[in-house]
């Protein structure tokens, strides 16, 4: 995929599995003759609203780095291809934290726009998430959004970082236009405030954490068409929090304070401190969500539910290329059920996939 | 390597790269030159006492899957090649258990006894690890070593299998012999039982462990020489057996136990009781190990070792091929400094190695 122009090829492979896993669609050749003619005559060719649907749930499929796709042919893909302004955008991009929330249910959910064309790229989000809290490195907040929080501060973004002020989001609407923020309305972000099932002062460390992750730096890959955006949500795993968010000395780096709290020598390793200080942090925020009624999974359930998917996956004849490093969760690794196997490879090639966005 | 013939491009490549590296061992040509011609007549040739020293400690160095290599250079290799009848084999590896285990102070040591030849296959240890401990599946002891036990039961070994019943040694000299077993004797294994610092319900378990990982499942190979026998040892990391061997489903499964002494809920997952009972083995294992006098590396202080090891040989000017999946420990992957980052791959034909032995 390059200058919005579609291989022909990747058109074909995936129209063909696409009528191959769908039969109810009918035989593939005459909207094969037809997809081919409209990219020999524009360079590109339109996705049917089904296609669009089935393309989005089997990138989520074939990603191999995520735990949690058992549940992928129930994913909601929201057709926004006609959507296109930044302001448009946004307001889509709040939509989708409203419908992804779901009033604690959280459901997984794509919101798909405009693709790149021949002379016309497609829009681009510039967060890494639609909600994120800003950083300043080795100052204050998460310093993994220290570019971002940068650049909406080139942009004028005038609001004081504290240690979870949410990110602006930030839309460029076409690489000649500067790209402009967007204040999150207040209905758009639910928080869960981080305490601790028996440790009273957990709650004095002030954490927090939002409640949907919507990863949107990847673009949606469908048959030859690139989707530069296509923010997506599922729910969170509860290490993805208390251990790598919250954990890691690249983020907010609070194993030492809470060791301190929990009265544990720092200065040796012999009292696996930072072990622990780990443990009850991922207590702490799984017991905190279960509270505010937001879905959250612990990794021993999603590692069994990834294990059932790949059972359901074998039983339809597909394989389920999988890449062991993300899978294992960062802590207790071994006492999941993932850890103890080895899983099929993920070809480079394969398609539909979320993929590293090219810059413009 | 096959048949015992040493493959001569294998020999030169081996000898140039130890030349290389050891320019005080002189010119590399005569020695090549009378190498070859041994193998032109043999089938095979004769290490010297200096290049299988080097061979042994870049195996190691060498081992992708080993977060312990930052001591490589220091590696004690035993040269035991004359050695080849069962009996000297099971005293020579008493001999490398008693001086690997030097009173608590654990030092690397690989014994390296008769290689492969033409028509004349070396011998075989056939137990994982000298020390370990029997087990019949589902019933008691260690699930791992079930099949090697079975062995030991068929070739008359006759004592009972209690949970930490050490295997016997089992040695075969030659495919068209009847393999051998050999009692440890008592001052070959040191065992650590198993209490916590501060859980006095601990000791109860009536845990232990051997002070000793001597791992024998591995043939080293050398410039086309396969030794096929050459069980070494380093010390051990505290997760091998607080994470994997005591937590294991698959091996003593203890975490049910010990979260039930903890109080802890195991019918749900949300008390992460199966991370709490994780860390409670890993401390006790720890403190047990230090209060006992043996050496035993905690995960992150190895983790950080590691590091230091990539950054001497970068210096060296050297890759340091790695298997993220092996080097980041079982339990607080993500709290380890080994987890952020990509190692170099593991070339499958990289030698000298410690490589799957081939069965005769
Ligand atoms: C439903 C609940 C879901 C769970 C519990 C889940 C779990 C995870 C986890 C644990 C990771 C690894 C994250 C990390 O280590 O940084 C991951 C990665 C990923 N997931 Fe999921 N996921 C869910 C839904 C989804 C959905 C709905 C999609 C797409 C439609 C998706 C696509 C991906 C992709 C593309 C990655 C890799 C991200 C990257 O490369 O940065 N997941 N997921
Ligand atoms: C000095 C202390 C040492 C430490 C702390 C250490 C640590 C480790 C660890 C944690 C593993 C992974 C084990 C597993 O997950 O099952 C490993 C594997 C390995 N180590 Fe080391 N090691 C040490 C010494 C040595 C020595 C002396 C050698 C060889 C001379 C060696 C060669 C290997 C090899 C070949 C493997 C892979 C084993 C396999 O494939 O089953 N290590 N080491």
Known sequence: VRDGRADPDDAEAFLRQFHRERPEAGPVEPRLRQALA???DTGTYTHTRDELVFGARVAWRNAGR???RLYWQSLVVRDLRHVSSAEQIAAA??????RGHNGGRVRPLVSVFAPDRP?????????????SYAGVRRRVGDPKTADTTALARRLGWPDPVGEFTVLPLIVQEHPALRPRWFRLPEDTVHEVAITHPRLAWFAELGLRWHAVPAV???ALEVGGVCYPSAPQNGWYMVTEIGARNLGDTGRYDLLPEVARRLGLDTAAEDSLWRDRALVELNVAV???FRRAGVTMADHHTEARRFLTHIEREERAGRAVP???????PPISGSATAVFHRYYDPVPGALRPAFVARLPW
């Open 93 to 98: 991009c709040f939509d989708h934290l409203r």
């Open 66 to 68: 995520c735990l949690g």
């Open 38 to 40: 409209e990219i020999a």
């Open 286 to 288: 799984l017991h905190s």
């Open 322 to 328: 999988a890449d062991w490093s993300w899978l294992v």
């Open 216 to 218: 949107s730096h990847l």
């Open 119 to 131: 002379g016309r790229p497609g829009p681009r989000g510039r967060n890494g998430q639609l909600v």
